[in-house]
């Protein structure tokens, strides 16, 4: 049977494909996170489920990965499901032989339920989904686009620390440019009211004008500053971002703004509150000090990580209309 064909969620996500916050309302959101609370319990609890009992995935990752990859492969199995993991297709597979994304696609969906893949170009989830008749498609990245499933966790995230996801404060620092997970979680806080995101990055690496624009129009109240002196000593949220060597075609420029932008515990001392959280998506390569790593407001290798998985477990389960 093919799959339906919508561009928004409407809490409907059984054999749905997942590529933009864009599909998401508030109503997808809690849904969605009403089960993860579900299989938070399951997962602390070590209690076996088997809704995945049968089924197959497809991880498909043209890109290096190791959390996204691995928390997808531990929520499916911890439900009981199987995977098909193929890393680096580039090298590893047909695609090698020069097996067209279309045909790759048509392939796995085959032998599988659902295929979840990542990739380095933009746009190539949503080509994927239009190759895919009869199984859903999860976008784990596509290039600087987007990167939903990061976001939404990062959505449960700031959640489960505040109760709400409106009239926040945040400090989102780094590569904005090229950060897709910036790119999702502003379009899942442009959902709810009075929103204040703080944008601080190397010049060279603010989001674009047009990207700007946009998202004012979508209710964010957005500032761009300069310095960390222009901190607001305010700010609910501080989610920090590495600076993508890989996104830099001149290895020069990156050089110049790697270590641009760098907590530590004396810029928490004299900008962040008590009752404020610290995020990244993960990896980190310098910008975050290690010493940071015990303070009790540092969650990005603590509940944040944990989420992902319990998120994409719920994610998988709605999605393979398992559970709903």
Same mark, same amino acid.
């Given at each position: 049977?093919p799959?339906?064909? /919508?561009?928004?969620?409407?809490?409907?996500?059984?054999?749905? %494909?997942? &590529?933009?916050?864009?599909?998401? +309302?508030?109503? /997808?959101?809690?849904? &969605?996170?009403?089960?993860?609370?579900?299989?938070r319990?399951?997962?602390?609890h070590?209690? $076996?489920? %088997?809704l995945?009992?049968?089924?197959? *995935?497809t991880?498909?990752?043209?890109?290096?990965?190791?959390?996204?990859?691995?928390?997808?492969?531990?929520?499916?199995?911890r439900?009981?499901?199987?995977?098909?993991?193929?890393?680096?297709p580039?090298?590893?597979?047909?695609?090698?032989?020069?097996?067209?994304?279309?045909?790759?696609?048509?392939?796995?969906?085959?032998?599988?339920?659902?295929?979840?893949?990542?990739? $380095?170009?933009? @746009?190539?989830?949503?080509?994927?989904a239009?190759?895919?008749?009869?199984?859903? =498609?999860?976008?784990?990245?596509d290039?600087? @686009?987007?990167? $939903?499933?990061?976001?939404?966790?990062?959505?449960?995230?700031?959640?489960?620390k505040f109760?709400?996801? %409106?009239?926040?404060?945040?400090?989102?620092?780094?590569?904005?440019? !090229?950060?897709r997970?910036?790119?999702?979680?502003?379009?899942?806080l442009?959902?709810?009211?009075? !929103?204040?995101?703080?944008?601080?990055? $190397?010049?060279?690496?603010k989001?674009?004008?047009?990207?700007?624009? !946009?998202?004012?129009?979508?209710?964010?109240?957005? =500032?761009?500053?300069? /310095?960390?002196?222009?901190?607001?000593?305010?700010?609910?949220?501080?989610?920090? *971002?590495?600076?993508?060597k890989?996104?830099?075609? +001149?290895?020069?420029?990156?050089?110049?703004?790697?270590?641009?932008?760098? =907590?530590?515990?004396q810029?928490?001392?004299?900008?962040?509150?008590?009752?404020?959280?610290?995020?990244h998506?993960?990896?980190?390569?310098?910008?975050?000090?290690?010493?940071? %790593? *015990?303070?009790?407001?540092?969650?990005?290798?603590?509940?944040?990580?944990? !989420?992902?998985?319990?998120?994409?477990?719920?994610?998988? /389960?709605?999605?393979?209309?398992?559970?709903?």
């Amino acid at each position: 049977m093919p799959k339906p064909k /919508s561009s928004t969620l409407q809490q409907h996500f059984v054999r749905q %494909d997942i &590529l933009s916050l864009d599909q998401f +309302d508030i109503d /997808s959101l809690f849904k &969605l996170f009403s089960i993860t609370q579900q299989m938070r319990y399951f997962a602390q609890h070590s209690q $076996p489920l %088997d809704l995945l009992k049968g089924t197959i *995935t497809t991880l498909l990752f043209y890109e290096p990965s190791s959390r996204t990859f691995g928390s997808f492969t531990a929520a499916i199995k911890r439900l009981g499901g199987d995977t098909i993991d193929i890393q680096n297709p580039g090298q590893n597979s047909s695609v090698a032989k020069g097996e067209t994304l279309k045909d790759t696609i048509r392939v796995f969906e085959a032998y599988s339920d659902l295929i979840v893949m990542r990739h $380095p170009v933009t @746009g190539a989830a949503k080509a994927a989904a239009k190759a895919a008749f009869f199984v859903p =498609i999860i976008n784990a990245g596509d290039g600087i @686009g987007e990167h $939903p499933t990061q976001a939404l966790l990062d959505l449960y995230t700031i959640y489960e620390k505040f109760g709400r996801l %409106d009239h926040l404060t945040c400090l989102f620092s780094g590569d904005l440019l !090229n950060g897709r997970t910036i790119h999702s979680l502003l379009r899942g806080l442009s959902l709810f009211p009075g !929103n204040t995101i703080y944008l601080l990055s $190397p010049t060279s690496l603010k989001l674009k004008h047009e990207q700007l624009e !946009n998202f004012k129009k979508k209710g964010l109240k957005l =500032i761009e500053i300069s /310095s960390e002196k222009a901190i607001p000593k305010t700010a609910d949220v501080w989610y920090w *971002t590495r600076i993508q060597k890989e996104r830099f075609s +001149d290895l020069t420029e990156y050089e110049k703004v790697k270590n641009a932008l760098t =907590i530590t515990p004396q810029l928490l001392k004299h900008y962040a509150k008590k009752d404020m959280i610290i995020m990244h998506p993960l990896p980190r390569v310098g910008e975050i000090a290690i010493s940071v %790593d *015990t303070d009790p407001r540092a969650v990005y290798l603590r509940s944040q990580v944990r !989420n992902g998985m319990y998120l994409r477990m719920a994610l998988v /389960s709605l999605v393979l209309g398992k559970i709903g």
